[in-house]
């Protein structure tokens, strides 16, 4: 007596028959009051009431049935563009949105729920929550979007002062150092790491490697320093004695000699060579 029904269904009365002890089969002469919307397009209640009577006129009980015409259908989001975005920190971000539809509702776009949000300043992986839910309560399957801000930005070093520097042996150097800089972590000057060393001391081309990376492990370009240390200074000879000797013909000459010295190698007193001869 009791028939379940989803909208969209469509029905057929199964019917009903009547027999009279007197008249028989009634069947043809039943009358049914009451109706169910055709093909269901209406969620609700539906009663039938059969009714009929004898010839004599006496009328049989009415018999009812009930149609329950439901709505228990969810309604389907599909989301606008791509499940998972992925952005650059900085970047900005417009949610694509989604749409909502329903078997028996229709378009439900404008009645989805979003939760969650996304912070481009920050690197992480957020979360978009999408739900609807059509007018007899059904619940759709939420939805999800995965927004990953993402700092793949390395960072730029800059030199302070040039990139090559001359020095004579002897002089003091100390490093003019560089400059960092993120996107996301801003100044990272503090953070650089200094490879090689100079030796002013000893003549020959160093080099200074500057390194960083961000707190997300992007390694800016090295940056190179190079310092040549070079003698240019020449050594000093001091004749030992006059710088000009007489003699008389016939006398014995014996050269006093020179001494030599430079700032880098010292004494060169024994490299000291002579031109030149006193007859």
């Not at 009930?66 to 970047?91: C, N, R």
């Not at 971000?93 to 989604?98: I, Q, V």
């Not at 007018?135 to 793949?152: F, H, K, Y």
Request: charged share 15%.
């Amino acid at each position: 007596s009791s028939i379940t029904l989803e909208v969209g269904d469509s029905f057929t009365d199964p019917g009903a028959t009547a027999s009279d002890t007197v008249d028989g089969v009634l069947t043809n002469s039943i009358t049914v009051t009451g109706s169910v919307n055709w093909e269901t397009a209406a969620a609700g209640t539906y009663t039938l009431i059969y009714n009929v009577s004898d010839d004599a006129g006496n009328a049989a009980t009415p018999v009812t049935r009930t149609v329950v015409v439901s709505d228990t259908t969810a309604p389907v989001i599909t989301l606008t563009g791509d499940s998972s975005i992925t952005l650059e920190v900085g970047d900005s971000f417009t949610d694509p949105g989604a749409t909502a539809t329903d078997a028996v509702d229709g378009v439900l776009t404008d009645s989805i729920v979003v939760t969650g949000s996304v912070n481009t300043a920050a690197a992480g992986t957020y979360t978009l929550i999408y739900n609807v839910s059509d007018e007899a309560g059904n619940a759709a399957t939420q939805v999800t979007r995965t927004v990953v801000v993402s700092d793949t930005t390395a960072p730029v070093i800059t030199l302070t002062g040039d990139s090559s520097i001359t020095l004579e042996v002897g002089d003091s150097f100390t490093d003019p150092g560089a400059t960092a800089s993120d996107t996301v972590d801003g100044v990272l000057t503090n953070s650089i790491t200094v490879t090689g060393s100079v030796n002013t001391a000893a003549a020959g081309t160093y080099t200074l490697t500057y390194k960083v990376s961000d707190e997300a492990g992007n390694a800016a370009t090295p940056v190179t320093r190079t310092v040549v240390v070079s003698d240019t200074t020449a050594p000093v000879i001091t004749l030992t004695g006059d710088s000009s000797i007489t003699l008389e013909v016939g006398d014995s000459f014996t050269d006093p000699g020179a001494t030599a010295s430079d700032t880098v190698d010292g004494v060169l007193t024994n490299s000291i060579t002579v031109t030149g001869s006193v007859n």
